[in-house]
Each structure stands twice: as structure tokens, then as C-alpha cells.
């Protein structure tokens, strides 16, 4: 018996009790015990790493201890471990991580580091180093390098099994999607650019690993604004498949599941104009629209733990003719949606005319949703029931402050905040 139901046992039945307490006094005694039953655990929530007035913070959502990192104003892009024992960051162009127990901070990098990534398991740090790949071991604080023979290496993905790092790299005018193994032994080119036109941009695994999410198209810049081509290629098998789509290069407008993979879909670089909410089922399967560009403007998709839904951010949809007159009112309209992804049936979450909302993300168990709320003086974190219940703001600042447009709408929102949900 949970406590709500004894709770209401005891209104119900407490004048019985009492009445046959009072019969039994006069024959004697009788004991009654009543057995308290332990309140249902809440899910633990684990830990966000944020910047606030150009400093690290981090935030540990079950216990509440909220600690200060840095403290001088120079940091940006937080990444919590897998333990969230540590955390790494950017102060300026170099790379650092500091040891969240003690706040202990080490510089890990000799120059500037754009790209770097955790172990799915264990405090190993990556990234890019002089002809190759170091590799930083937050227990024993010490570096090995991965070598390469690369002058330039760009995205990184460490594969969920922690077995295999992905990445993209420039040779002369040659760019290729390359996997190496964790102790740097076996490497194997996944896919080489066959000219100008077909350049690779890596964006991420398939939780499976079987999979490697790119975009591919032209090298020009103008065309990367506008949205490539979105394609995956198979990791053992050297083959590439396109969707079609012309998509944004934004890693966080795609989202993996064991269920398929959710994006956005789109030309053009204003992303509150036509876009869509694409799915596939399965990577060999036929693409589907969940949320058409007559319905909405969606951005930022992210699939529940389950697979059964997307959450996203979404402000109405404007036509192209009208995208700038109206664009300062599309973007603060957004608000979080939940979508089912077999029914169709979209669910706007609670908003508030003050505030811009986008940048969900589901904790483990898929029992709360976190976002970001914007408005006109400040950025903030905010967590909610997955069914729009029991809104909590977590952090009230995050600055320096984005500008609303972002780029063209879109605000790299990893710059100021990460979360690690076990």
C-alpha cells in the first residue's frame, strides 16, 4: 500500500478504529501495529556543468551541492564524464579539465582544441593533437597519443562501446570519414570524398555502432549554411546511403535512437523557415515526415529513452517571402512539443509568453524533460515532468547571454551547458 492510499485508508476507516480501540480498552488491551511503507525513490537526475559569468559551474541535481570550477570568466563548452567526476572545458582555445571532488584544473592541451570528447566509460579524454589524436586519462593525469600522420583532424565521435573513434580529416584536398581503435592499432577509412562536391562532415554513431551519420556535399561554405545532403555510412561494409534531404550541419538537429533516427530536415539557412521533423524507422527503411513545413518550424529533436516519442522545439511556420519581417516573433514563440511517433498526436508542453523555450533532453528513464527558457534579460535551465507537470527552474543564468538569432536560429546551446543523466 502505497502512502497516498494509506493516507486515505486511515480517513476512510479512522472512526472504526477508534470505535473498536474504545470497545477493546474495556476488555482489555489490544495492539494494533501499522506498518509504514517506504515513499516510491525519485530517479536520480544526475549532474549539469554550465557557464555563468564566463565560469564553470556544476550542479548536482540530487544532492543540490552546487559548485563554482573557474573563476576566471574564460571558459565555455562544459563536458561532464560519463561519471561526471570530471569536466572538461575550453578556457580561450586551450582545453582543461577539473576535477569536480576537489576542483582541482589542468591545462591537457598544447594549442588550441575545437573538438574533444569523453569515453562512453572511464575518464578518458580525446582530442586532436599534432599529427594525430592524444588521448588524456583523467585518474592517472597522464596523455598517450593516437598517431596519425594527420595535420588535420575535425569532428570526433567515440563509439558507444568505447571500442572505436570516429572522425573527419583534411589531406590536401582529400577529406575522409576515418575510425581508429581506442589503443590507435587498426585504422580503416570509411569514406573518401571523391572531389569538391562530395566532401564529408561526420556527425555521430548509431547507438548500435554498425553506423556513421554524415553530411556530404560541397566544401563551400555558402552550401554548408544552406544544408548538405544527410547520409550514413556502414562501418564494416564501406557503403554510403543518402535520405535525399538537404539538412542543416547542426549535430544537435539529429538524434539516435535504438528506434531509428530523428532530424531536421530542410534547405536554407534560417531555420525558422521550411523545416521538418524527419524520422527512419531504420536505416535501410524510407523516410518519414512526423512534422511537415506547413505545421510547424520544429528544431533541436531529441527521442525518448523508450523510442515511443520525440520531444522538440518548435515556433510556427513562416514563409520564406516573410522570414525576416517575422523572424524575431518565430523564435520566441518556440515551446517544447512531444510528438508519439506512431500516432502522430503532437503535445504542446506548458510556455509562457516571456520566454523562448528550446533544447530538450530526456533523463534516462524518460520521466522529465530538460530545456532551456530564454527571454529578454537572461538564459536559463528548467526541468519539467514529461507530461508538462511540476515546472522547476534549475539554473537561472547562463552568460554571457547568446544572442537570440543565433546564427541564422540556431545557438550552439553546448557552449554553455551539459548533462550527464545516469
Known amino acids: 500500500m502505497n502512502p497516498k492510499t494509506l493516507h486515505r485508508f486511515f480517513r476512510k476507516f479512522l472512526p472504526l478504529l477508534i470505535a473498536f480501540t474504545l470497545v477493546a480498552g474495556c476488555r482489555g488491551v489490544l495492539e494494533l501495529e501499522i506498518e509504514r511503507l517506504p515513499a516510491e525513490p525519485s530517479p536520480a537526475l544526475g549532474t549539469i556543468a554550465y557557464i555563468a559569468g564566463g565560469d564553470v559551474w556544476v550542479l548536482d541535481l540530487d544532492s543540490g551541492q552546487l559548485k563554482r570550477i573557474t573563476r576566471d570568466g574564460l571558459n565555455s563548452r562544459p ?3 560519463a561519471d561526471a567526476g570530471w569536466v572538461a572545458y575550453r578556457k580561450g582555445d586551450f582545453l582543461y579539465i577539473a576535477d569536480v571532488r576537489t576542483g582541482k584544473e589542468i591545462r591537457v592541451s598544447e594549442a588550441g582544441v575545437s573538438s574533444y570528447v569523453w569515453s562512453p566509460e572511464g575518464a578518458e579524454l580525446i582530442f586532436p593533437a599534432w599529427s594525430g589524436l592524444a588521448v588524456w ?7 598517450r597519443q593516437i598517431s596519425l600522420d594527420l595535420a588535420a583532424i575535425h569532428n ?40 569538391m562536391m ?16 554524415l553530411w556530404v556535399g560541397s566544401r563551400a561554405l555558402a552550401a554548408e549554411q544552406d544544408g548538405l545532403p544527410f547520409c550514413f555510412a556502414a562501418v564494416e561494409r564501406n557503403e554510403l546511403d543518402c535520405t535525399g534531404d538537404l539538412t542543416l550541419v547542426r549535430p544537435e538537429y539529429i538524434d539516435w535512437s535504438a528506434e531509428g533516427l530523428a532530424w531536421i530536415a530542410g534547405a536554407g539557412r534560417e531555420t525558422w523557415v521550411g523545416k521538418s521533423l524527419a524520422i527512419l524507422p531504420a536505416v535501410d527503411g524510407e523516410p518519414q515526415i512526423l512534422v511537415s513545413t506547413a505545421e510547424q518550424a ?45 500516432t502522430g498526436r503532437r503535445t504542446q508542453l506548458p510556455g509562457d509568453s516571456r520566454y523562448r523555450d528550446e533544447r530538450p533532453v530526456w ?31 534549475l539554473v537561472s543564468e547562463m552568460t554571457p547571454r547568446p544572442d537570440p538569432t543565433g546564427e541564422y536560429g540556431y545557438i550552439a546551446w553546448n557552449n554553455w551547458w551539459h548533462w550527464r543523466s545516469p
Do not use: C
Not at 137 to 142: G, M, N, Q, S
Not at 374 to 393: K, V
Open 156 to 195: 570526433l565521435a567515440w563509439r558507444p562501446d568505447g571500442a572505436l573513434i570516429a572522425f573527419d580529416t583534411l589531406e590536401g584536398d582529400i577529406r575522409t570519414v576515418q575510425t581508429v581503435s581506442a589503443d590507435g592499432n587498426h585504422r580503416t577509412e570509411v569514406y573518401t570524398a571523391g572531389g
Open 79 to 81: 563536458l561532464l564524464s
Open 137 to 143: 586519462d583523467a585518474l592517472t593525469e597522464k596523455s
Open 198 to 213: 562530395d566532401v564529408p562532415r561526420l556527425a555521430g554513431w548509431s547507438p548500435n555502432g554498425e553506423w556513421l551519420a
Open 298 to 342: 520544429p528544431v533541436y529533436p531529441a527521442w525518448s529513452p523508450d523510442g515511443n516519442q520525440i520531444a522538440y522545439s518548435a515556433g510556427p511556420p513562416v514563409p520564406l517571402d516573410a522570414a525576416y519581417d517575422r523572424r524575431d516573433a518565430a523564435l520566441h514563440t518556440r515551446r517544447i512539443w512531444v510528438i508519439n511517433v506512431k
Open 363 to 393: 533523463t534516462a528513464g524518460g520521466r522529465y524533460i530538460l530545456f532551456v527558457r530564454m527571454d529578454d534579460q537572461a538564459a536559463g535551465l528548467w526541468l519539467m515532468n514529461s507530461d508538462g507537470g511540476d515546472l522547476t527552474q
